[in-house]
Antibody
Framework: EVQLVESGGGLVKPGGSLRLSCAGS????????MNWVRQAPGKGLEWVSS????????NYADSVKGRFTVSRDNAKNSLYLQMNSLRAEDSAVYFC????????????WGQGTLVTVSS | QSVLTQPPSVSGAPGQRVTISCTGS?????????VHWYQQVPGTAPKLLIY???NRPSGVPDRFSGSKSGTSASLAITGLQAEDEADYYC????????????FGTGTKVTVL
């Protein structure tokens, strides 16, 4: 079964940092482009970042550019999101999602991990 | 922030047909990029419903169909069922600002 499992969410103070992880299983992780998508409480979906299979191309939403860094370790079938200088508006459930052919669709999605930025 | 516009809500009685529109622009849907649709039951992760404008993944009932024309796309649900009550999002790609994925504003479907 193709599966993505996020971890690393939690409560952090404004200006703080957090590192999210996403573990993939049931497919050839190194062959797929990966993404982070977030959803603030009661709000819609917002794309956050993309990384190609070999990490050669990385892109970020303007709202996180310069503060968030996406990376992956194909040997560990894992995707990461390092979040620095966190703001209240970064509070959201963060999902990782696989993309096949670029630019394509997100499938599957992980269950999400909640990040709350509050003092 | 959303680049793709959807109606906030649509509703219908069981068995009826409802449609959800997704309006974009010349830098995303109008540029020829495909539209994909997701279903999200509150508290759970989004689930792929339609990919490549009008294709259903294995396991998705044929009550769901998609179409695309010009700078817009639509999702139709025929024979509405209680289990279809959820939030629905369209998604595409936008070539502006170094390229980015974009989502619709989301539509809440209520089964009366």
């Amino acid at each position: 079964e193709v599966q993505l499992v996020e971890s690393g969410g939690g409560l952090v103070k404004p200006g703080g940092s957090l590192r999210l992880s996403c573990a993939g299983s049931g497919f050839s992780f190194s062959g797929y482009n990966m993404n982070w998508v977030r959803q603030a409480p009661g709000k819609g979906l917002e794309w956050v970042s993309s990384i190609t299979s070999g990490s050669s191309y990385i892109n970020y939403a303007d709202s996180v550019k310069g503060r968030f860094t996406v990376s992956r370790d194909n040997a560990k079938n894992s995707l990461y999101l390092q979040m620095n200088s966190l703001r209240a508006e970064d509070s959201a459930v963060y999902f990782c999602a696989r993309v096949g052919i670029l630019p394509g669709w997100f499938d599957p999605w992980g269950q999400g991990t909640l990040v709350t930025v509050s003092s | 922030q959303s680049v793709l516009t959807q109606p906030p809500s649509v509703s219908g009685a069981p068995g009826q047909r409802v449609t959800i529109s997704c309006t974009g622009s010349s830098s995303n849907i109008g540029a020829g990029y495909d539209v994909h649709w997701y279903q999200q039951v509150p508290g759970t992760a989004p689930k792929l419903l339609i990919y490549g404008n009008n294709n259903r993944p294995s396991g998705v009932p044929d009550r769901f169909s998609g179409s695309k024309s010009g700078t817009s796309a639509s999702l139709a649900i025929t024979g509405l069922q209680a289990e279809d009550e959820a939030d629905y999002y369209c998604q595409s790609y936008d070539s502006s600002l170094s390229g980015r994925y974009v989502f619709g504003t989301g539509t809440k479907v209520t089964v009366l």
